[in-house]
């Protein structure tokens, strides 16, 4: 008979709950690998992604287990865009993610020759991904039905292939449920876990203003990888179909737009004043208008250190370094101004989806919602969500 352990891949996200279900695993005695899902619309560090560099890696060095980290990329976008089981309150597919997750998790499952999957996950700790009929719509999904183990709410749950075969022993698997995690702390504080949860972390899918970018974006076609992650930067406006101008708030966020010189990029900063950097995004090819260009240094005039009622220059160029030329305006008027900001409301649905799959769940989705999530992953962790 084979006493080889039994191999599983334990999604981790960093949080608290997948910390626990490795932590336990581990002590009955499963060989496993752990796998990082990381989105691009993380909040846990400023890099985009968790995986690597943040706390996902100190955590699997402290169980002392490998790490695998998947970077969800364009296929992920695509999703973002029509998520076949609708959007949370913003703009978060959750339940597609989740499917995604499990999808990939399914893959290295089957690559590493892995019997089963498992995760932080707590019966109705999540609203929208959490509930019992959405962790088996999820599951079937993503292909892995009976499959999923979830040790800290086993035991109010069906039992699962790995159960029922004896690859792992229900009777020490937990029975946790719901949004507290007090259970979850004292269990953290016993086993003396450190170094869980991600304090500024989250997913930015479920933050209003992020969203507003990032729909302007697709709607624009403005969404490459440089777009993207230019999103998470400065004030953004629209001025035509074919023009943005995306603005720094502050030193840091200026020189972080002046990394992005290229084709298609001008560069407004006032002439003889303090004041933001702008970039202009012509989108590659498209030569901006003289109305254009005066729209972008009125702009930048309405946030400099200058007197609102009178003109002042304004220098421009695609060299963020040298920017040669100067034109001459006042500072943007509110009314344009409220013209060029982007919506505060997201359009829902967006108008490139079509109608969501009649789940009757996405609408369920409570405004007060303080759960928290970081990456893609298991559940455990601490941004907001859904
Ligand atoms: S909140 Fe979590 S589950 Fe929802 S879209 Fe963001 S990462 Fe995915």
Not at 120 to 137: A, N, T
Not at 190 to 208: D, I, K, W
Request: aromatic fraction near 6%; hydrophobic fraction near 35%; proline fraction near 6%.
């Amino acid at each position: 008979m084979d006493q080889r352990p039994v191999k599983a891949i334990g999604l981790v996200s960093g949080g608290l709950d997948s910390t626990l279900a490795v932590f336990l695993m581990r002590q009955l005695g499963t060989d496993i690998v752990a796998l990082n899902v990381a989105s691009p619309f993380c909040t846990c560090n400023a890099r985009a992604f968790c995986g690597e560099e943040g706390r996902v890696l100190s955590i699997s060095k402290m169980l002392d287990v490998p790490l695998v980290v998947h970077r969800s990329g364009r296929e992920y976008i695509e999703i973002i865009k029509q998520p076949r089981f609708g959007y949370g309150k913003a703009f978060n597919p959750c339940q597609d993610c989740r499917v995604h997750t499990f999808e990939v998790a399914r893959r290295v499952m089957e690559e590493r020759g892995a019997r089963f999957v498992f995760t932080g996950e707590v019966l109705g700790q999540r609203p929208m991904s959490q509930r019992l009929h959405q962790l088996h719509r999820i599951e079937k999904e993503a292909g892995l039905s009976g499959l999923i183990v979830r040790p800290l709410s086993a035991r109010l749950l069906p039992p699962t292939v790995p159960e029922k075969n004896g690859w792992v022993d229900r009777s020490r698997l937990l029975d946790i449920g719901g949004r507290s995690r007090k259970k979850q702390l004292a269990l953290a504080a016993q086993f003396q876990l450190r170094g869980h949860a991600c304090p500024g972390g989250g997913c930015l899918l479920t933050e209003t203003g992020f969203c507003a970018k990032l729909q302007d974006a697709f709607i624009h076609g403005q969404d490459s990888d440089e777009q993207l992650r230019l999103l998470r930067v400065g004030r953004h406006f629209r001025l035509d179909a074919h023009h943005k101008l995306i603005m720094g708030k502050d030193e840091r966020e200026n020189n972080v737009l002046t990394g992005h010189a290229g084709p298609g990029r001008v560069f407004f900063a006032a002439a003889r004043a303090n004041g933001p950097v702008a970039l202009l995004d012509t989108m590659g090819e498209r030569p901006a208008s003289l109305e254009i260009y005066t729209a972008a240094a009125s702009l930048v005039l309405r946030y400099a250190d200058v007197s609102k009622d009178e003109e002042h220059p304004v220098s421009f160029g695609s060299d963020p370094l040298r920017m040669a030329d100067e034109i001459a305006t006042r500072a943007c008027p509110d009314d344009d101004l409220l013209r060029y900001k982007l919506p505060e409301k997201l359009l829902k649905p967006p108008p490139w989806a079509p109608p969501a799959e009649p789940t009757g769940q996405a609408d369920q989705h409570p405004d007060d919602v303080e759960w928290v999530m970081c990456a893609t992953t298991t559940g455990g962790s601490t941004g907001r969500d859904e």
